[in-house]
Structure formats: structure tokens, C-alpha cells
């Protein structure tokens, strides 16, 4: 993830670089990081995901899918672009998401001819139980139908508290931009929407592994998550 100094989640946000820094040399660190991770594939929440995929809703001409057994397109040796979305609500057109194979994370409740668009456009799809929120059960079924080991969680703050709450992260992994958003009420990276007394992160703990400071500016953190202590 990329935030702020002051955890805030989006660079429309973001105060100015300072003078003599590039703008467009800040954003590219974000993809000359990622490969360095080793990872088979990233996901991102549905709200992320649609503003990335922009297909259209469509009426199917086939028959609907009843069955809620995973469904495999043709990956080709491609990267897993995995779409964390219970209700079925993404529309792809395609089989793939920035040249990555497109793979939804769904619940057994959505409707056979989504199932059914979805073979349509060639793209993947498990389930994450009835209601899609069984994350470690979407994990499994991820790892056993693609066989990766790595994925990376790119967002947004929901699907990202969520992953946390459940004790599904590994590692965490932040550039940490040069800029502040100071507004009260804006999302940050992490953002569980429980009850005022729980702790998402209680029972964990982060083990630095790296700091390295970037051109203009950015430093990356990167933390191991582990069980804390007794």
C-alpha cells in the first residue's frame, strides 16, 4: 500500500512533492516494488475492483451455472488478479485485469447467471463460503485450484481491515509517501468496521524487516506479522 505520512489512503489527497521532486517518479515506485514481494498475483476488494475492471452488467444467453464448484479459464501461466466480491457485483467483459488473469472470490448466494457471465468472459472464480466472508477459506481454495503460495492485498481500507481482523496477513508492506492529508474522517489503509471496542490487529504483532529510502523522498517499510507474545 502506498499512505501518506499520516496513514491516508488516496493520492488525490496527497499535499505537493516539494520543489524539485517528481511527481511521476513518486508513482512509479509503486510498481518498480511489487515484483521485488515474489508474489503470484495481487487482490483488492470489489469497490477496487470495479474501478479498475470497468465492464458493463449484460444479459447471458446461456443457460445458468448451478453448480458452486470453482471454475478454472485459461490462466495461461499468467499473474491472478483476485477480485475479493460476495455479491457478484464486478463485471468484467475479459478474462483479464492489467494483463492479469481475473479470478472473483464469491459467495455461494450469487446468482447462476453471474456464474454464467463470468464462464462467458473467461474468467476464474471460488467461493469463500455462503455469505463470501470466509476469507481463510477463499485463501485455501486460492491455493489449492492455482497453486500459488503469494498473493499481494493492494486494497481498499475495508477488504484490508477485514484480511487483518481475520489474521490472514503475513507481511505488511507500505511506501510511505512524502505528503500529508490532515482531514479528519478520510480513509486510511486499514479499516475494520466493527465495534468500538474491538481491535482488528489484537493477537498480532509486526517484526521490522526493512527500511529503504527511495528517490525523492519515499521510504519503504516493510513488517513481518506474527503472533504477538503471551
Same mark, same amino acid.
Given at each position: &500500500?502506498?499512505?501518506?505520512?499520516? =496513514?491516508?489512503?488516496?493520492?488525490?489527497?496527497?499535499?505537493?512533492?516539494?520543489?524539485?521532486?517528481?511527481?511521476? /517518479?513518486? /508513482?512509479?515506485?509503486?510498481?518498480?516494488? #511489487?515484483?521485488?514481494? %515474489?508474489?503470484? =498475483?495481487?487482490?483488492?476488494?470489489?469497490?477496487? &475492483?470495479?474501478?479498475?475492471?470497468?465492464?458493463? *452488467?449484460?444479459?447471458?444467453?446461456?443457460?445458468?451455472?448451478? #453448480?458452486?464448484?470453482?471454475?478454472?479459464?485459461? /490462466?495461461? +501461466? /499468467?499473474?491472478? *488478479?483476485?477480485?475479493?466480491?460476495?455479491? %457478484?457485483?464486478?463485471?468484467?467483459?475479459?478474462?483479464?485485469?492489467?494483463?492479469?488473469?481475473?479470478?472473483?472470490?464469491?459467495?455461494?448466494?450469487?446468482?447462476?447467471?453471474?456464474?454464467?457471465?463470468?464462464?462467458?468472459?473467461?474468467?476464474?472464480?471460488?467461493?469463500?463460503?455462503?455469505? =463470501?466472508?470466509?476469507?481463510?477459506?477463499?485463501?485455501?481454495?486460492?491455493?489449492?485450484?492455482? %497453486?500459488?503460495?503469494?498473493?499481494?492485498?493492494?486494497?481498499?481500507?475495508?477488504?484490508?481491515?477485514?484480511?487483518?481482523?481475520?489474521?490472514?496477513? +503475513?507481511?505488511?508492506?507500505?511506501?510511505?509517501?512524502?505528503?500529508?492529508?490532515?482531514?479528519?474522517?478520510?480513509?486510511?489503509?486499514?479499516?475494520?468496521?466493527?465495534?468500538?471496542?474491538?481491535?482488528?490487529?489484537?493477537?498480532?504483532?509486526?517484526?521490522? &524487516?526493512?527500511?529503504?529510502?527511495?528517490?525523492?523522498? &519515499?521510504?519503504?517499510?516493510?513488517?513481518?506479522?506474527?503472533?504477538?507474545?503471551?
Amino acid at each position: &500500500m502506498v499512505t501518506s505520512i499520516d =496513514g491516508k489512503l488516496h493520492p488525490s489527497r496527497f499535499s505537493g512533492p516539494a520543489a524539485g521532486v517528481d511527481a511521476a /517518479r513518486l /508513482r512509479k515506485h509503486y510498481d518498480e516494488v #511489487s515484483p521485488r514481494l %515474489g508474489a503470484q =498475483g495481487w487482490m483488492c476488494g470489489r469497490v477496487t &475492483m470495479q474501478e479498475i475492471s470497468k465492464g458493463k *452488467a449484460r444479459t447471458v444467453t446461456g443457460p445458468g451455472v448451478s #453448480s458452486r464448484e470453482p471454475f478454472v479459464g485459461e /490462466r495461461r +501461466d /499468467r499473474d491472478l *488478479a483476485v477480485a475479493i466480491d460476495p455479491h %457478484g457485483k464486478v463485471h468484467y467483459g475479459q478474462d483479464n485485469l492489467l494483463g492479469d488473469h481475473a479470478v472473483a472470490v464469491l459467495s455461494e448466494a450469487v446468482s447462476d447467471a453471474y456464474l454464467t457471465e463470468l464462464r462467458e468472459d473467461g474468467v476464474s472464480y471460488v467461493f469463500a463460503g455462503p455469505d =463470501g466472508r470466509d476469507l481463510a477459506k477463499a485463501m485455501d481454495a486460492l491455493g489449492e485450484t492455482f %497453486g500459488v503460495e503469494t498473493l499481494l492485498l493492494e486494497g481498499g481500507a475495508a477488504i484490508n481491515g477485514s484480511f487483518l481482523k481475520a489474521g490472514l496477513i +503475513d507481511e505488511i508492506s507500505v511506501l510511505i509517501h512524502p505528503a500529508v492529508d490532515g482531514l479528519a474522517g478520510v480513509q486510511s489503509i486499514f479499516e475494520y468496521p466493527g465495534e468500538p471496542d474491538e481491535r482488528p490487529g489484537a493477537g498480532q504483532a509486526l517484526r521490522h &524487516m526493512s527500511t529503504e529510502t527511495l528517490e525523492g523522498g &519515499m521510504v519503504w517499510l516493510r513488517y513481518q506479522v506474527e503472533k504477538a507474545p503471551a
